[in-house]
């Protein structure tokens, strides 16, 4: 299986709601990554989890909140989000984060909008 | 900072014709990559160079990396319209292990 899955799709969600974006991939991968994406912007780099620490933390706010249960999942939890954090959010996953095993396999995406 | 510089931002390529993207950077870096975002959809990975001067070739694309390992280029064969949408690189910097990606390069295929 070289796939990840990601879920929901799309998320129409007002500012108040509480809501997570979850991941999943059965490559044996031990680095886990989420990405927020705008329309015609490279994805930026959120969080990094390896071997299911959070490693890497881009100075998010902290109304995003990221969860590694295990080794195949990883979750991101959003509360009291802005409209203006309303983009794709990419999941994505490595053999490893550093040298030549961090070529990233990227789910398809959750395509969030706060309204 | 340590960033990937991609150009150009933009190419309206007629089928058939070939294009190239580049990709550069000030510092020296571990590796690149490449990927391929068709519209609608996410980064899908296409190659990874780690060797000074490395080229290798998938079918009409040829990847390659610069001796100093500064820099790279994607040169697209034959364009189809299959070809379409934004190509990204993205460098490991020594002793970083985030992937600073390029603002990538949208190409559009005239048919």
């Known amino acids: 299986d070289t796939e990840v899955t990601q879920t929901p799709k799309h998320l129409v969600m007002g500012m108040t709601n509480k809501k997570s974006l979850k991941c999943e991939q059965h490559?044996?991968?031990?680095?886990m990554y989420w990405y927020k994406q705008k329309a015609k912007k490279p994805p930026e780099l959120m969080f990094v989890y390896s071997y299911e620490k959070l490693s890497i933390n881009e100075s998010v706010p902290s109304r995003f909140s990221p969860e590694c249960p295990n080794s195949s999942l990883l979750n991101l939890h959003l509360h009291a989000l802005q409209p203006e954090d309303s983009a794709l959010y990419l999941c994505?996953?490595?053999?490893?984060?550093?040298?030549?095993?961090?070529?990233?396999?990227f789910g398809p995406g959750t395509r969030l909008t706060v309204l | 900072g340590q960033q990937v510089m991609q150009i150009p931002q933009y190419q309206h390529v007629q089928e058939g014709e070939d294009f190239t993207t580049y990709c550069n950077s000030s510092?020296?870096?571990?590796?690149i990559q490449w990927y391929k975002q068709r519209p609608g959809g996410h980064p899908v990975f296409l190659i990874q160079?780690?060797?000074?001067?490395e080229v290798k070739k998938q079918k009409r694309l040829t990847f390659q990396f610069g001796e100093a390992k500064k820099n790279s280029s994607l040169h697209i064969t034959a364009t189809q319209t299959t070809d379409v949408g934004t190509y990204f690189c993205a460098g490991t910097f020594y002793g970083n292990n985030r992937l600073a990606f390029g603002k990538g390069n949208q190409v559009v295929v005239i048919p």
């Open positions: 160079l780690v060797k000074s001067g």
């Open positions: 994505a996953s490595s053999q490893h984060t550093s040298g030549v095993y961090n070529e990233q396999f």
């Open positions: 490559m044996g991968h031990r680095a």
């Open positions: 510092t020296t870096l571990s590796n």
